[in-house]
């Protein structure tokens, strides 16, 4: 009775490693025909702790085994993996990349002259929801008690009208215009020999700086429909588009979605052969299945493609014997993320991490 | 305190600073779900466990074969009302021998927010080497 040993330490199941059907619920989600199981992460270090098996994800073995592996990369969308990373991560990158990043987007709308049959709400919310091509990191927040300046707003007009006798026309984004020097609607006053003042201070004209000189600040898409004015109606507005967050409302998102899931596991738990094989790749919607000939005319099904699994349980549904398990792979995720195109996707992921360190940062202080 | 909005507060005990709650205003699962997962992970790194081990055997009577010592005995968030803008995060710690060995849940907080910040540094370089060998390759 000298050494202690463990119940649990059986021959076949050697101290440091989880037996088989534990690893399994830890690392993967079994998703049967009713309902998944095991969906719930095993987060605590010290979960099998009396069975020697050390489940912390610390930083070292984070680092060891974190991988990120690109699938496409275009110009507005980004599919990549995520390997080792935990679903409470994975999920507030989703979150932060639609709700939290910084856009800038049209907010104050100041009519001039409206005739169209588009009610002046209708037209402010349309042109609020514009995308625009404007990198926000060269913008300051504008608040309450801010003045416009070339620092922090963006200023664009419309003036379109449709002539009398002349078919209906279209208002398209490309008849907003660009103002660098700001706005050009001067503020009533009642004093009269007091200066002219306008509805924004700019110091400078915003095309003499640096970062915005490159490239003018204009709409993303050219093509969006704004408005249709029919014979004798016209448009004349001015639009100031400041920077905000999509939380508080969306349409200073900056994806046109972000999304994962988790790579999906698609495992035969019998041989299949011959008909009962033909018939299962056949169910499968998304082609996941596929044959393998034996040569003799023998041919069985293997698993040729399970990432493109989308659990619509077609394989397993009102069969009697299980032929096909499905399942996830608990922390491997496939994410997509579409950009509307201020930013390209990776620089809006990249910013994703740097606000959630940014938060890590702002309650270390309060606490310290 | 009126007029003061601030971020943090913590409620607990002035005499066992072990077990207290976290009242974060301006944030949510984001921020309240990554800290708990950090937070779970948090262990006694090698150095401290030696000078604790001999006061903490007699507690456990297992613990030639633990080869994990985590710091937390519990750790979980709420929000108290989706209206308002608050998470409760609630961090209660082992080792609370005397007062002059006690993990302070605060300590425990803290240590779990340089962790995640540091696997977002980790992430973000990753990330974006993956993406410039991407690049480089398709050109």
Request: proline share 4%; net charge negative.
């Amino acid at each position: 009775m000298s050494k202690k040993v463990s119940a649990l330490d059986m021959p076949d199941v050697p101290m440091g490693q989880l037996p088989e059907h534990l690893n399994r619920q830890r690392t993967r989600v079994t998703c049967n025909a009713d309902a998944p199981i095991h969906t719930d992460a095993v987060h605590y270090s010290g979960a099998y702790s009396l069975m020697g098996v050390d489940n912390s994800m610390g930083l070292e073995k984070f680092s060891k085994n974190f991988k990120v592996e690109i699938v496409r990369l275009s110009e507005d969308e980004i599919e990549f993996d995520m390997i080792g990373i935990d679903a409470s991560l994975a999920n507030a990158f989703r979150r932060i990349l639609i709700a939290e990043i910084p856009t800038m987007a049209i907010e104050k709308v100041l009519m001039v002259n409206n005739t169209s049959l588009i009610a002046d709400e209708v037209l402010s919310h349309r042109l609020g929801l514009i995308p625009l091509d404007a990198d926000p990191r060269l913008f300051e927040y504008l608040s309450e008690n801010d003045v416009p300046n070339e620092r922090n707003t963006i200023v664009y007009k419309l003036e379109v009208s449709c002539k009398k006798d002349s078919p209906r026309n279209t208002v398209k984004t490309n008849q907003l215009k660009w103002l660098p020097n700001g706005s050009e609607l001067e503020m009533a006053t009642l004093d009269k020999s007091a200066k002219v003042k306008s509805y924004t201070s700019f110091s400078c004209s915003q095309d003499s700086l640096p970062e915005i000189s490159k490239k003018p600040l204009g709409v993303k898409h050219d093509d969006i429909i704004i408005a249709k004015l029919g014979p004798g109606q016209a448009i004349e507005l001015e639009a100031h588009a400041v920077k905000g967050i999509g939380k508080v409302h969306a349409k200073w998102s900056p994806v046109a979605s972000a999304w994962y899931r988790m790579l999906p596991e698609v495992v035969l738990l019998t041989e299949v052969k011959g008909q009962d094989a033909e018939k299962l790749v056949n169910k499968c919607p998304v082609n996941v299945f596929d044959i393998e000939d034996l040569g003799h005319g023998d041919k069985k099904a293997i698993v040729a493609n399970p990432r493109a699994c989308t659990l619509c349980r077609e394989c397993i549904r009102g069969v009697n014997e299980e032929l096909v398990e499905l399942g996830r792979v608990k922390h491997h995720f496939i994410f997509t993320i579409e950009s509307t195109g201020a930013l390209s996707p990776e620089e809006l992921f990249i910013e994703a991490v740097k606000i959630l360190e940014e938060k890590c940062d702002r309650l270390l202080s309060e606490l310290s | 305190m009126e007029g003061i909005l601030l971020f943090a507060m913590e409620h607990g005990s002035l005499s066992d600073l072990s077990a207290s709650t976290f009242s974060l205003m301006d944030e949510d699962h984001t921020l309240a779900n990554s800290v708990r997962f950090t937070l779970n992970q948090e262990n006694m790194d090698s150095s401290v466990v030696d000078c604790m081990g001999c006061v903490l055997r007699h507690n456990f009577y297992a613990y030639d074969m633990l080869t994990v010592r985590p710091r937390v005995v519990f750790c979980g968030y709420s929000i108290p009302h989706p209206s308002d803008n608050k998470v409760n995060i609630r961090v209660q710690t082992t080792g609370t021998i005397s007062s002059s060995l006690s993990d302070p849940a605060k300590d425990v907080l803290k240590d779990a927010l340089e962790n995640l910040t540091q696997m977002c540094q980790h992430v973000r370089s990753t990330f974006g080497k993956t993406v410039d060998d991407f690049k480089v390759k398709n050109q």
